[in-house]
Structure formats: structure tokens, C-alpha cells
């Protein structure tokens, strides 16, 4: 038997540019047969992985970066004092390690070129951990042992590689199966686009010289404003495999969820602050398969004149208790976190409970189920 542990959020957005497509717009998605906003899941898995920094202890996370050459040498730190040496000792460990490093091309009367120019070739996800190991061995007397290196970076991945997974195309067996599926954000209902026209003054600029009159610069940026459905689950036994450990698989479950509440992606705050949490929160413990409630929201939630968002708390309640009449019961564990009282309709839906609540159950509930699989 599988364990999920699924989050479901219905939060507001004012108007805001959070997540944009390449020509600066607002992400969307048509959907029901009506565009929706929408905010891509790696924008929010991002976000949550900036909100680990201040959740979790720096030696259960990690580094996602091409200049992993870089991050091992932070790791030896001032050991090897010859910093072409210590480039050489880090380099083979990570060769050995399957993780390859393109040397740049020094050009004729330039210095040597220096860590931060070495790039792996494609993204490596390492957790710290597994950097000290690889940092011991690169500082070792002993040779480099190729299956001594490739443990050292497959062993110990810590919570961030261990919900998010990992793939190394170079060295396939360095990849991690991710134990996490996060969703699209998708506004419940229809939604337009809207442009704000803005002028920048320049300061210098003389007001009594029609010379020199007029803005310093204009330009339009585009926002929208919206109530997202966001959706998120995490796999406890594939989470357990990738940690190992029962105590750390439990708080990354407990920490994913938090982090997935609080979290958020910081494009246009400067221009918007549209700065939001979720007004309603469902937490479900499941032990069949995950199941997304997107489809309460195919026919998009209309405003009458009263936003969306009560609507879509109304929608979401409504569908998720007709799925279990339907389909019977694999939800053993249900919570609320909810602003709002919304009377009879969260009735039967779960317990309602405060966000420190939510992630001490979450993490119990891990941790039980942890061991009884065990």
C-alpha cells in the first residue's frame, strides 16, 4: 500500500505578474474552453525551494547548479591552497562521479580562468551532504575510487533532491525518482488580460524646457488578478527510499506542505506586491492513488457580482464529496486550514486545523505510515 499526502489551495491573487511567458506576459492556460491564469509548477517549486532556506537545517538541502565545480570548492575550502590543484583534485572526483566539467578556453594573455568558469553539462542536483563526501574524497591521500565516488553522490540526498528528484543524462544511475507531483496553478475562472500604462520621470529633466520635457521612459506592463486552484502530492514511500531515513522523511513531508502553503514566486513583487496566501487549504492522507480536484473548475466559476472565491470553495467542497460518494473511500486522513467559516458547505470535509497543526500531523501521519511499512 501507497501513501500520498495531497495539498490542495484555493488562493487569491490581486493584480499581479508572478509567472511570464517569454514576451512578458502573465502565463495562461485555456482550460473548460476559456483562458485561465496560470503559474507553472517549476515557478512554484522554485519558490518553495527559496522558503526551505529558512525551514530547514542547510544540511538537509542542497544545490541545483551547472557550476558544480564551484560548490565543491567551497565545500574543500582553503585545503588545498593552489587554487589550479584544488581544480584538478575536484574535477577528477566529480568525473569519477560520473558528473562531467567542460573546462573553458583560455585565451592568450588572459589569467587562468577561475572555478566559477567550469560548467557542468546540464544542471546537477546535489544535495550538501553529498558535496562533503565528494569534497572528503577530493581531499583525500587515497586514489579516487570511481564506485566510492559515484556512493558518495547517491547516497545521503537530502530533502530537496529527495522530494524533487534528480537527472543526470551523463550518468543515468545518479538519477532519483522524484517523490513529488506539483500541478499548474489554474485560476477557477475566466480571466482577462489588463495592461498598465506607466511613465518614468527623470529627475533631471527641466518641467520649463519644452526641450527637455517628458518622461524619462514608458512603458506597458501586462498583470492579471485571479483565485488559483494549486495542487501538490507527495509519494511517502518513494520519498522514504530516496531519504532512508524515517524521522527526515517525515519533516520533508511536513516541510513540503508548509512550504507549498507559504511560499511564493517573486516575479513583478516590485511592481505588484502581490503578496497572497491561501485563504483554504485541504489536506488529504490517501492510500489509493492521488487524485486532483481540477475538474470542480472545468465550468469556470462565475463572479455574480461576489469574486470567485467562495464559489470556488463551494465548487471544490461539492466536487471532492461527490468523488468519494462515487468512488468510495481512499482518504483516510483529512485537515482544513481555512480563513473563512463557510458554514455547512466544509461539513464532513476534514478537521479543521491551524497551519502548525497541519505540519505536526502531516508529519505524524509520515512517520506512522513510514514505520508501518517498514
Known sequence: MTTFIEVHALQTMPPSNINRDESGSPKTAVYGGVVRARVSSQAWKQAMRKHFETSLDPELRGVRTLRVLEALLKQMGDAVPDQTAAIEQATEVLKAAGIGVKAPRAKKGEAEPGPEKFVSEALVFLSNQQLRRLAEMALSDEPIDKKKAKEAADQDHGVEV??????????????????????????????????????????????????????????????????????????????????????????????????????????????????????????????????SLANAFEEAVADQGRGHFRGSVAKLADHAQRLEAAYGGGVSHSWLVSV?????????????????????????????????SA
Open 162 to 291: 529527495g522530494l524533487f528528484g534528480r537527472m543526470v543524462a551523463s550518468s543515468p544511475d545518479l538519477n532519483v525518482d522524484a517523490a513529488v507531483q506539483v500541478a499548474h496553478a489554474i485560476s477557477t475562472h475566466e480571466v482577462e488580460p489588463q495592461a498598465d500604462f506607466y511613465t518614468a520621470v527623470d529627475d533631471f529633466k527641466r518641467a520649463n524646457d519644452e526641450d527637455d520635457s517628458g518622461a524619462g521612459m514608458m512603458g506597458t506592463i501586462e498583470f492579471n488578478s485571479s483565485t488559483l486552484y494549486r495542487y501538490g502530492v507527495v509519494d511517502v514511500d518513494q520519498l522514504q527510499r530516496n531519504i532512508g531515513s524515517a524521522e527526515v522523511t517525515a519533516q520533508a513531508a511536513g516541510t513540503f506542505v508548509r512550504s507549498f502553503i507559504e511560499s511564493m514566486p517573486t516575479g513583478k513583487q516590485n511592481t505588484f506586491a502581490g503578496q497572497s496566501r491561501p485563504e483554504f487549504v485541504l489536506v488529504r492522507v490517501r492510500t489509493d492513488r492521488p487524485l
Open 340 to 372: 473563512d467559516d463557510h458554514g455547512d458547505i466544509l461539513e464532513g470535509l476534514g478537521d479543521r486545523v491551524s497551519l502548525d497543526t497541519l505540519a505536526e500531523k502531516v508529519e505524524q501521519e509520515a512517520l506512522r505510515q513510514v514505520g508501518e
